[in-house]
């Protein structure tokens, strides 16, 4: 049964996410193919589990290696595609497709799955907000992407609700099978108790037994006196022998990650786009003669800074760290995701200012950017910092904490709740 309930999810919602893929075309419809894989691969280790017992923990890392291998096909096609215009769908994808990493998982791994699909959904809603106008066949791929990890959530409840369950019949394939049992023990010794050792059928005569038996305190005066270099506690070397048994501890196995391999720092203009990538320790980047139709993409930067010169589009920081960028001025927004302790000033004007799973980020105003928009979401440590006039700002945090009721008109009104630390 467990196998048949993940079959109709690759057969009912998986294959609606493939077919609109292939609608859409492009690099949309090959991420799919790779997506279907990494379903199937999970497929093959749900019927392992049906016909097998659990194998031992060091063995399930190779067990669960096909399926590694496919999420990270799919999150390296993403990486390989920065620049494709359905960036958007292929971020959605890989950022919730470790939800198939919820087989080792114990002993909840239904909220794993909500998890990772919460992480895709800062993407799915962008790729909503731009095609919901153009075109619904997004608006149906992303239902059906959201649609397949409910119901993938649904599926665990319902037979795995406190992680993988294994059949605990046969050896799961892969796995070195256990040694044929040994020989059976000898049988015990026959005991003759025939005192005289007479062999020729008489009663045995138990007569020296009870003799033995019965004389009291006396039967002790055969047994060896313990000197003093056998007692232990005066021949401390008596006492040195074999350290004592430790259980060893087997740590929880997770899905094999790939592993990271550092990339070379880019700064190239594809089109209208400039491209800064994995730059570190760089504080001299600077972008000359923006257009309004350009803009700006970091990725992974790290302790680097960034000087924009002349109007251009748009700004976006992704997973960058103890990163500033300095521009004049923006005609649409700029936007921090993924980001830690990270800076921004504005020389001139800036409509909206995006902060999204970013913790750390300071914003300095410039007096033509007062009529800002700034929208946050999952962020903290956020200070907009607004200039005095005699150079010199003064420093306002974004609130992170709220207070939400409903009212009589059974609505919800949400107030501010100030730090009172």
Known sequence: MSVTGFHDIISGPLADYSKISQKIGGDVAEHSKLVQDAFKAQMDYLKLASESAQPPQSEVVNLLRPTSDKISAIQNYR???????????????????SALGWV????????????MNDAGQFYT?????????????????VKAWVQTLNDLQAYIKQYHTTGLVWSGKGVAKG???????????????????????????????????FAEINKGQDITKGLKKVTDDMQTHKNPTLRQGP??????????????????????????????????????????????NAEMTNVVYMYRCENSTLTVKGKLNSVTLDSCKKTSIVFDSLVSSIEFINC??????????????????????????????????????????????????????????????????????????????ENKG
């Open 243 to 288: 350290a004592p048994f430790k259980a060893t501890t087997v740590k929880a196995t997770s899905i094999v990650k790939p592993t990271k391999v550092e990339k070379p720092a880019s700064f190239v203009k594809d089109g209208k786009k400039w491209m800064i990538e994995y730059q570190k320790e760089n504080h001299n980047l600077v972008v000359d």
């Open 175 to 209: 796995s070195i099978p256990p040694p044929p049992p040994g020989c059976p023990p000898p049988p015990p010794p026959v005991i003759d108790f025939n005192i005289g050792g007479a062999g020729d059928g008489a009663a045995v005569d138990r007569s020296a037994l």
């Open 79 to 97: 990486e390989n595609h920065r620049s494709s215009a359905f960036f958007n769908h292929l971020s959605a994808i890989s950022e919730s497709i």
């Open 340 to 417: 830690q302790s990270v800076q921004m000033q504005v020389l001139g004007k800036v409509p909206t200012i995006s902060i999204d799973k970013t913790d750390g980020c300071q914003i300095y105003l410039s007096k033509d950017s007062l009529d800002v928009e700034i929208i946050s979401s999952k962020s903290s440590e956020m200070n907009v910092l607004i200039p005095k006039g005699d150079g010199d700002y003064t420093e306002i945090p974004i609130p992170e904490q709220f207070k939400t009721r409903v009212t009589a008109n059974k609505t919800l009104a949400t107030e501010i709740v």
């Open 104 to 115: 080792t998982v114990s002993p909840t791994p239904a909220p794993y799955v909500k998890e």
């Open 125 to 141: 809603n962008r790729v909503l907000k731009e095609w919901k106008e153009k075109d619904k066949v997004h608006v149906d791929w």
